[in-house]
């Protein structure tokens, strides 16, 4: 974990400069009070499966979106996530499965399934998502999967620059070669 000597030295000095300007209130936390944990630090920890590569999603959205971080960076508390289960950390697999979550057959279920909330948000909750009737993870290997894995990457690379026609392809593969086959995708989902 980063301290506040690392934040303070200059490595991070937006972040040295934020927090001090919430100095008072941080340091007022019980958990500072009575565990004696440092002021800067979060006073909840974080799941260890956030720090894995993982699908992202808000819990709310109009149209719903699956995003990667294969990084394991994102962590914050207003999204679902998705992970494989077991431990596996099967990047290719993980990239596939976002290509499935966002194509249009699993946009058409979550449209039908999931409760929609005042203006027209869907609840994208880990209690809906467990639902989704996921493919087998074998076509995320095959030759269709290995190009639907490809173009996913270079949409993800570009920071999803690359406009409809990618995206129809990408769409028109994971129908073609997928659906829908089977459930056998081990997955573990939280908030």
Same mark, same amino acid.
């Given at each position: 974990m980063?301290?506040? #000597?690392?934040?303070?030295?200059?490595? +991070? %000095? /937006?972040?040295?400069?934020?927090?001090?300007r919430y +100095?008072?209130?941080?340091?007022?936390?019980t958990? *500072?009070?009575?565990? !004696?944990?440092?002021w800067? &630090?979060?006073?909840?920890?974080?799941?260890?499966e956030?720090?894995? %590569? !993982?699908?992202?999603?808000p819990? +709310?959205?109009?149209?719903?979106?699956? $995003?990667?971080?294969? =990084?394991?960076?994102?962590? &914050?508390?207003?999204?679902?996530?998705?992970?494989?289960s077991?431990g596996?950390?099967?990047? =290719?697999?993980? &990239?596939?499965?976002?290509?499935v979550?966002?194509?249009? &057959?699993v946009?058409? /279920?979550?449209? *039908?399934?999931? %409760?929609?909330?005042? $203006?027209?948000?869907?609840?994208l909750e880990? !209690?809906?998502l467990?639902?989704? %009737?996921?493919p087998?993870?074998s @076509?995320?290997t095959g030759?269709? $999967?290995a190009?639907?894995?490809?173009?996913?990457?270079? *949409? @993800?690379?570009?920071?999803?620059?690359?406009?409809?026609? #990618?995206?129809?392809?990408?769409?028109?593969?994971? +129908?073609? =070669?997928? /659906?829908?086959?089977?459930? =056998?995708v081990?997955? $573990?989902c939280g908030?």
């Amino acid at each position: 974990m980063c301290g506040m #000597r690392e934040i303070s030295e200059g490595r +991070f %000095p /937006w972040t040295h400069e934020h927090l001090l300007r919430y +100095f008072e209130e941080l340091n007022r936390r019980t958990t *500072v009070r009575t565990e !004696k944990r440092p002021w800067y &630090v979060l006073h909840r920890s974080r799941a260890p499966e956030l720090l894995r %590569p !993982k699908i992202v999603c808000p819990h +709310f959205a109009l149209v719903p979106r699956f $995003g990667l971080d294969l =990084d394991g960076r994102s962590g &914050v508390t207003a999204r679902s996530f998705i992970a494989l289960s077991g431990g596996r950390e099967d990047e =290719d697999v993980l &990239v596939w499965l976002a290509a499935v979550l966002n194509s249009s &057959v699993v946009r058409w /279920w979550i449209d *039908v399934a999931f %409760p929609r909330l005042k $203006g027209g948000y869907a609840a994208l909750e880990v !209690k809906y998502l467990r639902d989704v %009737p996921i493919p087998e993870t074998s @076509h995320a290997t095959g030759p269709e $999967g290995a190009a639907v894995v490809r173009l996913v990457r270079q *949409v @993800h690379e570009r920071g999803g620059a690359v406009r409809s026609r #990618r995206y129809s392809t990408i769409d028109r593969l994971v +129908f073609a =070669d997928v /659906w829908l086959v089977g459930h =056998d995708v081990g997955l $573990g989902c939280g908030s």
